[in-house]
C-alpha cells in the first residue's frame, strides 16, 4: 500500500510565504517524478511544479520567480516553497509522484488528498 500523506497548507495574507510537504510511504521500490498541481473553484486542476529524480525542476509560468520544488529522496518527500503569495494562488494544492510499488512491474501516479491554500488580499 503506497500513500502520499501532504501538509502545510493554510491561511496567509498576500506577500507571505508558506511551504507544504508530501510525504510518500509504504511498499516503495522507486519514486521518478514528483510535483504539485492545484485546482480553485470553479477552475481546472493545473499543474504547479514538477521535478524528476535528479533532475531540474519545472514551474508553470504564473508561479515562477515565486515558488521552489525540492525533494528529498532519502525521505521519499516533496516541498513546495510559496513565496510572495497572491489571491489568485488561492486553490486546493495536491501533490503526485510517479512510483514504482515493490513487487509490481511497472509505476503508477500516486496522488495526495490536497491541502487548501488560501490567500488573503
Known amino acids: 500500500q503506497v500513500q502520499l500523506v501532504e501538509s502545510g497548507g493554510g491561511l496567509v495574507q498576500a506577500g507571505g510565504s508558506l511551504r507544504l510537504s508530501c510525504a510518500a510511504s509504504?511498499?516503495?521500490?522507486?519514486?521518478?517524478?514528483m510535483g504539485w498541481y492545484r485546482q480553485a473553484p470553479g477552475k481546472q486542476r493545473e499543474v504547479v511544479a514538477g521535478?524528476?529524480?535528479?533532475?531540474?525542476?519545472n514551474y508553470a509560468n504564473s508561479v515562477k520567480g515565486r515558488f521552489t520544488i525540492s525533494r528529498d529522496n532519502a525521505k521519499n518527500t516533496v516541498y513546495l516553497q510559496m513565496n510572495i503569495l497572491r489571491p489568485e494562488d488561492t486553490a486546493v494544492y495536491y501533490c503526485?509522484?510517479?512510483?514504482?510499488?515493490?513487487?509490481?512491474?511497472?509505476?503508477?501516479?500516486?496522488w495526495g488528498q490536497g491541502t487548501q491554500v488560501t490567500v488573503s488580499s
Open positions: 503526485y509522484a510517479a512510483i514504482w510499488p515493490i513487487g509490481v512491474p511497472s509505476s503508477y501516479d500516486y
Open positions: 521535478i524528476a529524480s535528479g533532475g531540474s525542476p
Open positions: 509504504g511498499s516503495i521500490f522507486s519514486i521518478t517524478a
